[in-house]
């Protein structure tokens, strides 16, 4: 959970940050949200293979790996002196966390049972957006006092504090088959890839976790301006403001795993798919009303908070035998729908088009995962017969 706290925390720190990044490296605000598509495209071009990674090396080295490298990243940030070092250093920083999430979500899946896995994985969801209730707001706020340096540090403080926390808690877990080490690790890694791509419904539900994603981070990713143009917002402000959403994707996700282990995940889908292009949509619509937008705002997070973890646990269950590469499978199309949703906001923004336009367009993202909800069957596991023990079979 702390983990997944970290990369949630680092996806998202540079949004309310972003006018005074511009700032200091004299840089327009609206490509402000090419830092978050630097730090989404690594992250979707190597979460595959570091997914097929963590299936063939073990859960625990690939997630320390990955934290040194985030924790350096974030260092690198800090130090960055133009918009090219910093791009750069958003970058290596979703290498990192490609590394991260793979490992946390296959432990998951290993480790509880198919009837309780939506409640798990929405209690991680939730420290994964419990990054936008207490970091995020914390980061812009050090910000406003000191700089917004200082925020990019004071992450690589905290992951190099857990991962210390894994070091001493988490015990070495070696992977299913150790045989499998042997030959070339890179046909190894894309083998296990190929297999996990050849599920039909696995393609649906990566489908819907890259629309999901476009669908949030096309318009989250530039609040941060948004708020600013419209509201006259500093860093703080539009922290607190995030703070708001962020409470609400938290209990969306707490809430959203349980009722989806009881009513159906692709049923809890359809409902905070609706909800949520309803509520992106109407965001910049609302116009100079404060208070409605934050209201929105907010409920816009829950929905988005009770889908993600339907969607992670649904794949899951897809394709167990690479588990961890098909989770990875699904962070790339989550990072990489989060790539291409910011890089064409900033195209657009830059362009002069509106954020109403931007809302819209993130709105049909979201309506666009129902039809390929269709295509996703899911059933628990069959419990394999309790055999009787030697002797004690019924006579004839």
């Known amino acids: 959970m702390c983990s997944a706290f970290l990369v949630g925390l680092d996806s998202m720190i540079t949004v309310p940050l972003i006018p005074e990044i511009a700032a200091?490296?004299?840089?327009?605000?609206?490509?402000?949200?090419?830092?978050?598509?630097?730090?989404?495209?690594?992250?979707?071009?190597?979460?595959?293979?570091?997914?097929?990674?963590?299936?063939?090396?073990?859960?625990?080295?690939?997630?320390?790996?990955?934290?040194?490298?985030?924790?350096?990243?974030?260092?690198?940030?800090?130090?960055?002196?133009?918009?090219?070092?910093?791009?750069?250093?958003?970058?290596?920083?979703?290498?990192?966390?490609?590394?991260?999430?793979?490992?946390?979500?296959?432990?998951?899946?290993e480790n509880f049972p198919f009837e309780k896995r939506g409640k798990i994985m929405g209690i991680v969801v939730a420290g994964l957006l419990s990054s936008t209730v207490l970091g995020v707001p914390l980061g812009a706020y050090l910000?406003?006092?000191?700089?917004?340096?200082?925020?990019?540090?004071?992450?690589?403080?905290?992951?190099?504090?857990?991962?210390?926390?894994?070091?001493?808690?988490?015990?070495?877990?070696?992977?299913?088959?150790?045989?499998?080490?042997?030959?070339?690790?890179?046909?190894?890694?894309f083998g296990m890839i190929r297999r996990a791509v050849t599920t039909p419904?696995?393609?649906?539900?990566?489908?819907?976790?890259?629309?999901?994603?476009?669908?949030?981070?096309?318009?989250?990713?530039?609040?941060?301006?948004?708020?600013?143009?419209?509201?006259?917002?500093?860093?703080?402000q539009t922290g607190f403001a995030i703070m708001g959403s962020g409470a609400g994707s938290m209990a969306g996700a707490l809430l959203g795993g349980r009722i989806a282990d009881r009513l159906g995940k692709r049923r809890v889908l359809v409902a905070a798919a609706l909800v949520a292009a309803a509520g992106v949509s109407a965001v910049p619509l609302i116009g100079e009303h404060l208070v409605p937008v934050l209201i929105v705002f907010i409920l816009w997070g829950t929905a988005v908070g009770v889908g993600q973890p339907v969607l992670n646990t649904l794949v899951s269950e897809l394709r167990p035998e690479t588990r961890g590469t098909a989770l990875a499978l699904n962070g790339s199309a989550q990072y990489a729908g989060m790539m291409l949703a910011t890089s064409i906001a900033a195209a657009l923004l830059q362009s002069s088009f509106s954020f109403t336009t931007i809302g819209i367009l993130c709105g049909v993202c979201a309506l666009a995962v129902l039809p390929l909800l269709v295509g996703v069957r899911v059933t628990a596991p069959q419990?394999?017969?309790?055999?009787?023990?030697?002797g004690t079979e019924a006579s004839a």
């Open 383 to 390: 419990k394999a017969p309790v055999r009787p023990a030697p």
């Open 24 to 109: 200091d490296t004299n840089t327009a605000a609206r490509a402000g949200g090419l830092f978050v598509s630097a730090y989404a495209l690594l992250f979707a071009l190597v979460a595959p293979l570091c997914g097929a990674m963590s299936d063939r090396l073990g859960r625990r080295r690939i997630l320390c790996t990955g934290l040194v490298i985030f924790a350096l990243a974030n260092v690198l940030t800090g130090l960055g002196g133009d918009f090219t070092v910093i791009l750069i250093s958003r970058a290596v920083a979703g290498l990192g966390s490609a590394m991260i999430m793979p490992s946390v979500y296959a432990m998951i899946a």
């Open 143 to 189: 910000a406003y006092l000191m700089n917004w340096r200082a925020a990019f540090v004071a992450v690589a403080f905290v992951a190099a504090a857990v991962y210390l926390m894994v070091l001493v808690r988490l015990p070495v877990m070696a992977p299913k088959d150790p045989q499998e080490r042997a030959g070339n690790p890179l046909a190894s890694y």
């Open 201 to 236: 419904a696995l393609l649906c539900v990566l489908g819907s976790t890259l629309l999901w994603s476009a669908a949030l981070y096309g318009m989250f990713s530039n609040i941060g301006v948004f708020f600013s143009e419209r509201f006259d917002f500093n860093e703080a």
